[in-house]
Each structure stands twice: as structure tokens, then as C-alpha cells.
């Protein structure tokens, strides 16, 4: 009983908020508020596109509409139960920031109103009491939120002009945006729905805007761990090797997650098959041979002259079990099958390593690590004059 009060509750209070914006739009009293509450309406029909022109031409003939957007918004949204409209109000949110700049206005009230608390995409308190399967819509919700938190806090990865270049301030850079484009992408699966919501039109169209963002990630990511894997034994630094080593060893477990996704998508008809990327897999026994060659590292010393211990690797690929008689076994932290127990990691890593002659007068043998690259399919050598000696 107190269920079926609830709905009946807010549905009321939904058709009431958007009589009440019908009347003040014919009167002539048409606002930003007003736009918002006939935007998100409790039905199920999709946002309308006029919406988003009519909030785009006020920004930019009155720029204090802004402001005035994100109070609105933070209203609505933060005291809706209806997931129908929290949907819109994300929806409507999602599509205004897509046509807007980084540095506009609109983005610099919606930080400010983050800031203070005004507007709370994550943690997200929506509860939705609608419909017949709450938990689904709300979890979806709230996911949907999260992203749209990430992507109103950074778009650095929007494509960018011309190929980065080799200096340590790019290296840096684009070791960052990785990063957050990983972080994306974990929102963006995270955003899976389940349950009913997975049929349902609404959260379909929401999909629809959430997979189209992701290519545009995933193309610029692609393109960025490129020119890490080609640059990951010149780093500057060998904590920045460090770093580029996590960031490519992720994007290999992420890319079987990302294909999974975009599979689940194309059965459930969420954009069209030829729209979605191809996801490139970074073979496992190329990681640990990359694992295993980095940590060797530490026996060299840097341009200091500290040492390292091996042991002190934040790349070890062992786990440590202390037994009863206080001895340690360790495990390595990749297993192709159990057949390889007894390998080595110089074992392991002459699977990746290419013999070739010189062809100067003294014919001698040189060697050189040879990395797979799985976007391109091709080999990245090392540097033989790199002064780590690789």
C-alpha cells in the first residue's frame, strides 16, 4: 500500500510541475526552468531535440542563463523519484555539454555548483520509486550520473591535432590522458544495464549517446597507446616507464571487458554493427614478458648511481605466502596454463626477442627485444645506444 502511494504521489507532483510550465510558457513567463521541466516530462517519449537548441541559444544570448540552467537542473534532478525523469535531466545534461566548449560558461557554473554541493552526480542519492524493478533503473541511473561526473570534470580526450611528439612534457601528457580515458571506460561498461531496463526504449537511447562517446575515447586511446608502446623503453625517467608498463598492462585486461561490451550491445540493437570499433587484444604472454623484462631492470643502475633491489619492484609479478616454518613461495601473477609453471622469464622473453646480422664489415650478431604491437601489427625494437642498455 504504501508502494502503490508512492507512484501515485509522485506522478502527481510530476504532471503538476509540467502543467504548471505549460501554463507559464503560454503566459509568456517561458524560462530556463520552465524548459527543463517540459524537457524531462514522466513519459515515454525521448528528449526532444528542440529543448537543447532553445537552452544552446539562451547561453549565448544571455549567459547568466547558465547559472540559472544549473540551479534548475540541480533542483530537478536532485528531487525527482521518477526515473524517467532523472533519465532526461541526464540525458539533457549529457547533450549540452557535448555542444559546449571546454572553456565556456555553462561549464564553469556546472563546476561550481558541483563544488559546493548544489549538484551531486557522484555520489548520486537517486532512488527511484516508479516502477516495478527500482533497483534496476536506479543503479542505472546512478551509473549514467558517474560518467557524466568524469566527463564534466576532464574532456581531454577529444581528438586532438597532429601526432604527439617525443618530449617529456608530451610523454607526460598523454600518460594523464590515458589514464582518464581508462577511467572513462570503466564508467562506460559500469553503465551496462540489467534487468528490465536492458529492453527498455528510454535507457536504449541513453545507450545510444553513452556507445558513441566511447568510440570517440577508444579511437583516441588506441592512437595514444601507440606512442606509448613505441616510446616505453626511451622514457625519460624509469618511473615514467613504470607508469606507461601499468597503463598498457590495464588496457590489455580492459580491451576483453571493452569487447564483451560492445558484443552485449550489438545483440541488444544499441547502434548500428558498423558503427562500433575494432578492439584491439594485447596478447598476455606480451605482458608478462614485459613484466619480466622491466623488473629486471632494477638490477641496473640509474643515472645516480643508487641501486635497487629487486625486490623492491612495484612491478613484481609474485605473490608472497608466508608458510607455518616462516618461508615464502611466490607465484607469478600471470599464468598462460599450468604447463608453464617451470618457465623462466628469459624463457619467456625469447619469445619475444628476434635475432638479426648486422651488415657491417664484421658481421657480428646483435640482439634487441622486440615488441609485438597489436594496434599496427608490427615490432617495436629497443634502443641498443639507450642508456639503460636495452
Not at 622469464?345 to 604491437?373: C, M, P, T
Request: hydrophobic residues 35%; aromatic residues 10%.
Amino acid at each position: 500500500m504504501t508502494k502503490s502511494f508512492q507512484q501515485a504521489f509522485n506522478a502527481l507532483k510530476e504532471h503538476t510541475c509540467l502543467s504548471y510550465a505549460k501554463i507559464a510558457t503560454m503566459g509568456g513567463l517561458c524560462n530556463v526552468d520552465h524548459i527543463i521541466v517540459k524537457a524531462t516530462a514522466p513519459n515515454s517519449s525521448p528528449l526532444s531535440d528542440k529543448y537543447v537548441h532553445q537552452l544552446l541559444r539562451l547561453f549565448a544570448i544571455s549567459p547568466p542563463c547558465c547559472r540559472a540552467f544549473s540551479l534548475g537542473f540541480a533542483r530537478r534532478f536532485g528531487k525527482t523519484r521518477s526515473w524517467r525523469v532523472a533519465l532526461k535531466c541526464l540525458l539533457l545534461l549529457h547533450r549540452l555539454l557535448r555542444s559546449s566548449p571546454e572553456d565556456s560558461l555553462f561549464r564553469t557554473e556546472l563546476l561550481i555548483n558541483r563544488s559546493n554541493g548544489s549538484i551531486s552526480l557522484y555520489p548520486c542519492n537517486f532512488r527511484d520509486v516508479s516502477s516495478s524493478d527500482p533497483e534496476s533503473f536506479t543503479a542505472f541511473i546512478r551509473s549514467y550520473a558517474r560518467l557524466l561526473d568524469e566527463i564534466s570534470n576532464e574532456d581531454n580526450h577529444r581528438a586532438r591535432p597532429g601526432p604527439p611528439d617525443n618530449s617529456p612534457e608530451e610523454i607526460g601528457r598523454v600518460l594523464e590522458v590515458l589514464e582518464q580515458i581508462q577511467s572513462l571506460i570503466d564508467r562506460v561498461i559500469e553503465c551496462k544495464p540489467t534487468g528490465v531496463t536492458a529492453r527498455n526504449f528510454l535507457i536504449q537511447t541513453a545507450m545510444k549517446h553513452i556507445i558513441r562517446d566511447s568510440f570517440v575515447c577508444y579511437t583516441v586511446f588506441k592512437n595514444d597507446i601507440v606512442f606509448l608502446l613505441e616510446n616505453m623503453f626511451q622514457m625519460p625517467t624509469y618511473q615514467c616507464c613504470i607508469s606507461a608498463f601499468s597503463v598498457y598492462k590495464k588496457a590489455a585486461l580492459q580491451a576483453d571487458q571493452l569487447y564483451e561490451f560492445y558484443q552485449w550491445c550489438k545483440l541488444m540493437g544499441v547502434c548500428g554493427c558498423y558503427e562500433y570499433p575494432f578492439v584491439d587484444r594485447i596478447p598476455l604472454l606480451q605482458i608478462q614478458a614485459l613484466e619480466s623484462f622491466i623488473n629486471g631492470m632494477w638490477e641496473i643502475k640509474d643515472d645516480d648511481g643508487d641501486h635497487q633491489s629487486p625486490s623492491s619492484s612495484p612491478l613484481s609479478s609474485t605473490a608472497e605466502k608466508v608458510g607455518d616454518e616462516g618461508e615464502e613461495e611466490r607465484q607469478p601473477l600471470i599464468k598462460l596454463n599450468d604447463d608453464d609453471d617451470d618457465d623462466s622469464w628469459e624463457d619467456i622473453l625469447e619469445a619475444s626477442v628476434i635475432k638479426f646480422s648486422s651488415h657491417g664489415s664484421d658481421e657480428k650478431d646483435e640482439w634487441r627485444i622486440q615488441v609485438y604491437n597489436p594496434f599496427d601489427g608490427k615490432y617495436v625494437s629497443s634502443d641498443p645506444n639507450h642508456p639503460w642498455g636495452l
